[in-house]
């Protein structure tokens, strides 16, 4: 199936028609003309209507600028120095060249501008002002170009972001299986085991049988806690829900809290990393410190978030073994972050850095 003609590519909107409407100037000025001056002037319209639009599909930039620039001198001479406006039409297509290329882009606009100026014995400061739209049509392509590169690296930040939740996700997934397999797995041979054996002494032991059976009870009960923590840890708020559930599951602990800082809404992958690890943080707090006292502090800086959680507790050291500490690097080491802390009889204080975008907007504080 053949291609449908498109005058200008897709996606670029109605922008490059809209330009067109300028080419009214040298058609009207052509009719002021006579004889064959007027007629080369309007079939000048030709070559330069083709060239602007073969730069928006071919890479010759250059070569298109030097056609431009020549048939819009030829406009000056006949028309005036109005005309060079028209070196708008070449401000795109500048912007996509890119070291000598483009010097030689502007320099052809400007020997151009200088010839004229020559050709109608200008003065200086007459030239000077013929070549302000020249000047202009070149301040412009740097800034359709600098536009162009802050388009480019917002994608590839949309991509890097995007990666990072991809990372996230397949952290948690595994996360989740190895606690699907430590955890859960191990109760649920202990629930198969106890119960064979609880069948076999139903007619040589009933009391030992029974006692098996409670034991599978109880060992049911806490997979099936376990499982709701499961369940609740897979829901990610954000860092202000998160901060507010942490300091009610301090309460319920009986630890007296703080929270000092203030809260900024990040990218979505960011903003996981820094929940999960709020949260399992507290959560070695309550589960393994003894502590009576605990403080979760937020800064900012220029590069990021700094958060720290501090207790009165044991120390890690006397604590369970592993305390999570490990999953929480992978965690912040996805997004280059860094997780530090100091144990000892004094209590533990961890401290997360979450290296953030550009981009950041105050949405609450927590006090």
Not at 147 to 172: F, P, T, Y
Not at 243 to 272: C, D, F, M, P, W
Not at 311 to 333: C, F, S, W, Y
């Amino acid at each position: 199936m053949s291609r449908r003609f498109a005058v200008f590519p897709e996606g670029l909107g109605r922008e490059p028609y809209t330009i067109l409407i300028y080419m009214l100037f040298p058609l009207i000025g052509a009719f002021f003309l006579e004889g064959m001056e007027r007629m080369f002037s309007i079939l000048l319209l030709a070559p330069f209507l083709f060239v602007y639009r073969q730069s928006y599909w071919r890479n010759s930039y250059l070569v298109f600028v030097i056609v431009q620039a020549i048939i819009i001198g030829f406009w000056v001479y006949m028309f005036g120095p109005v005309f060079f406006w028209l070196s708008a039409f070449s401000s795109n297509m500048i912007s996509l060249l890119s070291g000598r290329k483009r010097i030689a882009a502007v320099g052809v606009y400007i020997v151009v501008g200088i010839v004229y100026g020559v050709a109608k014995d200008l003065n200086i400061v007459q030239i000077s002002m013929s070549l302000v739209p020249i000047l202009l049509a070149i301040f412009n392509a740097y800034m359709i170009s600098s536009r162009r590169k802050w388009n480019e690296s917002q994608r590839e930040l949309e991509k890097a972001h995007s990666r990072i939740d991809e990372l996230v996700k397949q952290q948690e997934r595994q996360r989740i299986g190895r606690d699907l397999h430590d955890t859960l797995g191990q109760k649920l041979s202990m629930i198969t085991l106890k119960t064979e054996l609880a069948e076999k002494l139903l007619v040589s032991d009933t009391e030992r049988a029974a006692g098996e059976l409670r034991e599978v009870i109880t060992i049911s009960r806490e997979t099936l806690t376990q499982m709701r923590e499961l369940v609740e840890d897979l829901d990610t708020g954000t860092l202000v829900d998160e901060l507010t559930a942490s300091r009610q599951h301090l309460h319920s602990a009986g630890i007296n809290s703080e929270v000092n800082g203030e809260i900024h809404s990040i990218n979505r992958g960011y903003e996981k990393i820094a929940v999960m690890a709020i949260r399992e943080l507290v959560t070695n707090v309550v589960k393994h410190s003894a502590a009576s006292w605990c403080q979760i502090n937020i800064a900012r800086s220029v590069e990021g978030v700094l958060i720290e959680v501090a207790d009165n507790g044991k120390g890690i050291d006397e604590a369970v073994p592993n305390h999570g500490m490990t999953g929480l690097q992978d965690r912040i080491g996805l997004i280059n972050g860094t997780i530090g802390w100091k144990s000892g009889k004094e209590g533990t204080v961890v401290q997360l850095f979450i290296p953030l975008p550009k981009s950041i907007e105050k949405v609450g504080v927590v006090s």
